[in-house]
């Protein structure tokens, strides 16, 4: 018995697919393109170079993205071969699905359709004491132990410099996981 459209749309599933560094946008629009559902989360981010600052939309997973497919849509070969693609996630031979609820959690801290905010996914690892990671303008990193809290987009950090805690204010968006 052939399997009907709402019962392909019962069995769709997520799966991740690899992209080329940098390249997770021409693959969206590549699939797209190819009529299949994509989702890229994108997040804001503070870039500061030579005295400019800008925010962009950069992705939340890095080189990755993911296609919600039916079983009669799941050609592989087609699948990795679209341009900006490495490879559909995999373990040997098998391709593995990622469970819907783990996307449906992801859509659930969207501030806009596909915009991410890195306050939600902080915000309960956030706490006054806490040691975290922030990025330097350079590249490097650094550990800081959080002051206070400072609205949705800075945090107040203590820094060890010269032997003494500094109180200094940075944007959320520096911090790392």
């Known amino acids: 018995m052939p399997v009907t459209t709402n019962d392909q749309e019962e069995q769709r599933q ?101 915009i991410l905010s890195p306050t939600q996914f902080l915000a309960g690892q956030l706490a006054v004491g806490s040691e975290v990671a922030i990025s330097l303008a350079d590249g490097r990193a650094t550990t800081a132990t959080i002051f206070s809290l400072d609205g949705t987009r800075n945090v107040v950090v203590l820094l060890d410099l010269l032997q003494r805690k500094i109180k200094a204010t940075v944007a959320v968006d520096s911090l790392m996981a």
């Not at 992209?19 to 190819?34: C, V, W």
């Not at 080189?63 to 079983?71: Q, T, W």
């Open 14 to 114: 997520w799966f991740a697919i690899r992209t080329k560094p940098h390249q997770e946008n021409l693959a969206q629009l590549n699939y797209q393109r190819q009529g299949y559902e994509v989702y890229l989360p994108l997040v804001r981010k503070t870039i500061r170079h030579a005295r400019r600052t800008q925010n962009v939309l950069r992705p939340f997973f890095p080189g990755y993205l993911f296609l919600h497919l039916a079983p009669g849509e799941r050609n592989w070969h087609a699948i990795a071969s679209t341009r900006g693609v490495l490879t559909p996630v995999r373990f040997g031979d098998q391709f593995v699905s990622v469970p819907s609820w783990v996307i449906d959690g992801i859509r659930e801290k969207e501030t806009s359709p596909g």
